[in-house]
């Protein structure tokens, strides 16, 4: 079956420390992956998205960075996180005529 | 940036009432998706609509598409208590490997048991 798995559910990092969320799918191949965040009570910004293996696309500048070693893995990083990256991240893979699935996300404070 | 436009941005209503909620975009589209999102959860799909189709329906929901107002309805229709959340529209404007959904800021709904 076709799944997404996003992990952690909620981190809190101090300002200044690096960052990693990991995102992979399963059931599928060369799937389109995607990274929002989602302020609160705000609608999703695209942050990044990805074609495959080594293709990223950045949507805003800012302080984070993606990369995509694995066909079905995504990964959103920061080398040194900044309060205004507080948010609510969600990864998302294009499921065609089904829309997109998204991940549970990740509640990240920095503090 | 953000396309879609919601309104209105919450709503409440009593179990058993319609509930409809709209949204503008500013863009030509390849497609508009409807999305639910319950408290401190990821997305859920709700219904696809082509930019070649004018209705669509799924259960309980009933979805329009007005290309030359640049606008989109979602119906629910017999509300229950469970379908209290947030829903958002989002635009797709591209096709294949360069979609790409933007999303509007979101519609809250209450249902009241």
């Known amino acids: 079956s076709q799944t997404i798995h996003q992990w952690p559910a909620t981190l809190v990092q101090p300002v200044g420390s690096p960052l990693s969320l990991e995102c992979t799918v399963e059931?599928?191949?060369?799937?389109?992956l995607y990274w929002y965040r989602q302020a609160a009570g705000r609608g999703l910004q695209l942050l990044f998205y990805?074609?495959?293996?080594?293709?990223i696309s950045s949507e805003v500048p800012q302080n984070l960075s993606a990369s995509r070693p694995q066909d079905r893995q995504f990964i959103l990083s920061s080398k040194k996180l900044l309060l205004s990256d507080s948010g609510f991240y969600l990864c998302?893979?294009?499921?065609?005529?089904?829309?997109?699935?998204f991940g549970s996300g990740t509640r990240l404070t920095v503090v | 940036s953000q396309q879609g436009e919601e309104d209105p941005q919450a709503l409440s209503i009593q179990e058993g009432e319609n509930a409809t909620m709209n949204c503008s975009y500013k863009?030509?589209?390849?497609?508009l998706q409807w999305y639910r999102q319950n408290s401190g959860r990821g997305l859920v799909h709700l219904i696809l609509?082509?930019?070649?189709?004018r209705e669509k329906h799924s259960g309980r929901l009933r979805v329009t598409l007005d290309t030359s107002k640049k606008s989109s309805s979602l119906l629910i229709t017999a509300s229950r208590a469970a379908d209290t959340a947030s829903y958002f529209c989002?635009?797709?404007?591209?096709?294949?490997?360069?979609?790409?959904?933007?999303f509007g800021k979101g519609i809250t709904l209450s249902v009241r048991p």
């Open positions: 998302a893979w294009r499921t065609g005529v089904r829309g997109y699935t």
């Open positions: 059931g599928t191949s060369n799937p389109n």
């Open positions: 990805s074609v495959g293996i080594g293709q």
């Open positions: 863009t030509s589209i390849n497609n």
């Open positions: 609509i082509r930019s070649n189709e």
């Open positions: 989002a635009t797709d404007s591209y096709t294949g490997a360069n979609s790409k959904l933007t």
